[in-house]
């Protein structure tokens, strides 16, 4: 049976087991131990073997992906042609949530007696969130993208310090070939190979621990919270399915050439990954794999894109963002100008790129903006209960995102490039 077939079946069983037992089982003596003890486990077991890749296969990818384009101005050329992507894309993301949030004013209709009582369950949590968010406040987003010890950059896991460095490294490369450069850059190669396997395997391992991912989110996630926000999930959830549907279909219809259906049957194993993980970074070695193995995408532009994207591109956490700060905005009665709001807007995008592609990794950022436009920021924990599951959907999205614009960005490095036809599945 092939892979995404397994890892479809581990999700609908997690779903649907996790729904039971939240309806039915919320009581019992076994649900809490079990999740405990059995799904809450294999499901980080999992996030942590995806993890364990991430910054081995971040950095090797990266300078590989750079050395590969082989000259600088055809570097220059994919790089100013990815940063495009990003921005129009993500700005046709948050203008959807922009438009969808002030069509249905999902703030106005929520009692403030229940708002309070979902502030006071999240308070703890929110206080650990406001903290972090105290980290990243404006100029600071810009300087620390230069990591001051690369190393350290690794250890601590932030992702765009190892990304700036591996890019120079690729540059360098690029510029030097020497005994020296060649012989380092075959380590590299053998390090991103050694990295694929090794997802290889732990893909394995994908349809297990999608259903003990899904059962932890699902029997955890109380009806009365997503009842409660309701329209809120609608209309974020509405958004991101316009941008999945729609706006990621007509561009790869448009600009890559690309049948949208084979290509989202050939990216469901990233999909699925992504969804059940709530993390980009943890999905990356599965795009990778997907954008290579699947799409037929020519490794320059695959790794390039699909690397830098796995922090930098997110779609779906720029249009959950904006929503998120406007629903806020409008249940506080903090009344926006227009001109503030498109401020908000522009802050999505560059908080999107800023966001960690870790779970939850937006809401320091979102923290931030609300702060600086007056909107108590503390508000977040009343969106923290459906957080969780609005983490999957917008990680897919981010992650969608990634493999929709290798795919366009390597159909106009390459006209041949024969999108649909060389795609496979697996
Ligand atoms: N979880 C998201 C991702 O990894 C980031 C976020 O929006 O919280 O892509």
């Given amino acids: 049976m092939p892979l995404h077939t397994r890892m479809l079946i581990g999700f609908v069983v997690g779903i649907v087991g996790g729904i039971l037992a939240n309806i039915y089982a919320t009581d019992s003596v076994w649900l809490a131990p079990f999740i405990e003890y059995v799904t809450d486990p294999v499901g980080q077991i999992f996030l942590r073997l995806l993890f364990m890749l991430v910054v081995p296969l971040v950095f090797s990818a990266l300078v590989l992906g750079v050395s590969e384009i082989g000259d600088i101005r055809t570097l220059g050329r994919i790089g100013r042609r990815t940063l495009l992507w990003i921005v129009l894309v993500t700005g046709i993301a948050v203008t959807i949530g922009y438009l969808m949030v002030t069509t249905f004013q999902p703030g106005r209709g929520l009692p403030p007696e229940v708002a309070e ?21 404006g100029i600071d987003l810009l300087v620390r993208i230069v990591p001051d010890n690369p190393l350290r950059s690794a250890v601590q896991g932030d992702l765009i310090g190892v990304m700036f460095f591996g890019l120079l490294v690729g540059i360098a490369i690029v510029v030097l070939r020497t005994d020296g450069t ?18 290889d395997w732990i893909i394995k391992l994908a349809p297990w621990a999608v259903a003990a991912l899904l059962f932890t989110l699902t029997a955890r996630l109380g009806y009365d919270v997503l009842a409660q926000l309701g329209r809120f999930v609608l209309v974020v959830a509405g958004g991101l399915a316009i941008h999945m549907f729609v706006v990621f279909p007509l561009l790869l219809k448009l600009l890559g050439k690309t049948n949208p259906i084979a290509f989202f049957r050939a990216a469901r194993p990233a999909i699925l990954t992504a969804l059940s993980t709530s993390s980009s970074s943890a999905t990356l070695p599965t795009t990778l794999m997907v954008a290579e193995e699947n799409l037929g995408i020519p490794h320059y532009v695959g790794r390039f894109v699909c690397t830098l ?17 406007l629903f806020l905005a409008q249940f506080f009665g903090v009344e926006l100008a227009f001109s503030q709001q498109i401020m908000i807007l522009l802050l999505c995008v560059f908080g999107s790129i800023g966001a960690a592609g870790v779970p939850g990794g937006s809401l320091p950022v979102i923290a931030m903006i609300m702060t600086m436009f007056g909107i108590p920021a503390e508000g977040i924990g009343i969106i923290l209960g459906v957080d969780r599951l609005l983490d999957a959907l917008r990680t897919t999205i981010n992650v969608t995102g990634d493999l929709a614009g290798s795919m366009v960005i390597a159909r106009f490095e390459d006209p041949q490039h024969a999108g649909a036809t060389t795609m496979t599945e697996s």
């Fill in 182 to 199: 060649r012989s380092f850059l075959g380590m590299v190669q053998g390090l991103y190979e050694i990295c694929i396997l090794l997802i």
């Fill in 309 to 325: 994207g796995a922090t930098a591109n997110m779609n779906g956490t720029a249009l959950f963002e904006g929503v998120t700060v």
């Fill in 117 to 137: 009582q979902l502030q006071i369950e999240n308070a703890a949590t929110v206080g650990a969130k406001l903290e972090r968010a105290a980290d990243v406040t």
